[in-house]
């Protein structure tokens, strides 16, 4: 089992920014992706980033692209997501997820992850 705590949401303008923090605990050896998404209110669950544990190509969906960074530190077992040039529809509850079957994945997909974060609460006001 793995266990994943988000960290660093909160209230801020509309052109500031925020990092968001997942701390992953338990079997970390067995994760293979990370992923972070989002789900606003009445909306479904969505694709922000997501990039393998080991580190290299990352992905981003085209409405962050540009604006968000998705990064790890495997010595502190942690995965971030720097999001600069913040607007208020990026207003959600944001997720860490992480994945630990192996072969191709649809990094977009949250049915392609297995492990979830309780969230944090990200609020843009403009």
């Known amino acids: 089992q793995v266990q994943l705590v988000e960290s660093g949401g909160g209230l801020v303008q509309a052109g500031g920014s925020l990092r968001l923090s997942c701390g992953a605990s338990?079997?970390?050896?067995?994760?293979?992706?990370m992923g972070w998404f989002r789900q606003a209110p009445r909306k479904e669950r969505e694709f922000v980033a997501a990039?393998?544990?080991?580190?290299?190509?990352?992905y981003y969906a085209d409405s962050v692209k540009g604006r968000f960074t998705i990064s790890r530190d495997n010595a502190k077992n942690t995965v971030y997501l720097q999001m600069n040039s913040l607007k208020p529809e990026d207003t959600a509850v944001y997720y860490c997820?992480?994945?630990?079957?192996?072969?191709?994945?649809?990094?977009?997909?949250?049915?392609?992850?297995?492990?979830w974060g309780q969230g944090t609460q990200v609020t843009v006001s403009s």
């Open positions: 997820a992480a994945r630990k079957r192996l072969g191709v994945v649809d990094t977009t997909a949250p049915s392609s992850y297995d492990y």
């Open positions: 990039m393998p544990w080991s580190g290299g190509v990352t």
């Open positions: 338990g079997r970390t050896f067995s994760m293979n992706v």
